[in-house]
């Protein structure tokens, strides 16, 4: 059964512009044409977009999508490869994760030695201008 991008877009949740830039970019084969020059689909591309979609929702990026799609499309190799993004991946996000408590620990303490006063004595504007002022490193 083949049906057009706008059916697509609805069962996999992923905008028309989208879809157009996954074919362009080659994460997505280039569908065949109707003889109306219309995009059809069928249960690959939705099986595909879905991965895809998954992916960049765990926040992979366009180029470990694309070897993840190439490593699935293989199913007996080594998945040596596929930990090895994964964990990667896992290592971005948990520096991102330090990276942010850091942040929201020197934002309460800012916001704490707000004398919630007038702006010409804000503790949070002082700081902000002056980045030397603040005790973590971002």
């Known amino acids: 059964m083949a049906f057009a991008i706008g059916e697509l877009a609805r069962q996999t949740s992923v905008k028309v512009p989208t879809i157009r830039y996954y074919e362009q970019i080659g994460l997505l084969p280039e569908a065949p044409r109707s003889d109306g020059n219309r995009r059809l689909y ?3 591309a939705v099986e595909r977009l879905r ?6 929702e765990l926040g ?3 180029e470990d ?6 490593m699935a499309a293989q199913p007996q190799s080594s998945c040596h490869q596929v930990d090895s993004i994964a964990n990667n991946h896992l290592a971005e996000i948990e520096r991102r994760i330090a990276s942010l408590t850091a942040l929201k620990t020197e934002l309460g303490r800012m916001i704490a030695e707000c004398g919630h006063g007038r702006v010409c004595d804000c503790r949070i504007i002082e700081a902000l201008a002056d980045h030397s002022q603040c005790l973590s490193e971002h």
């Not at 991965?51 to 960049?56: A, E």
């Open 42 to 44: 069928g249960q690959a």
């Open 60 to 62: 992979f990026e366009i």
């Open 65 to 70: 999508i694309r070897e993840l799609l190439s």
């Open 51 to 56: 991965f895809i979609r998954h992916s960049r």
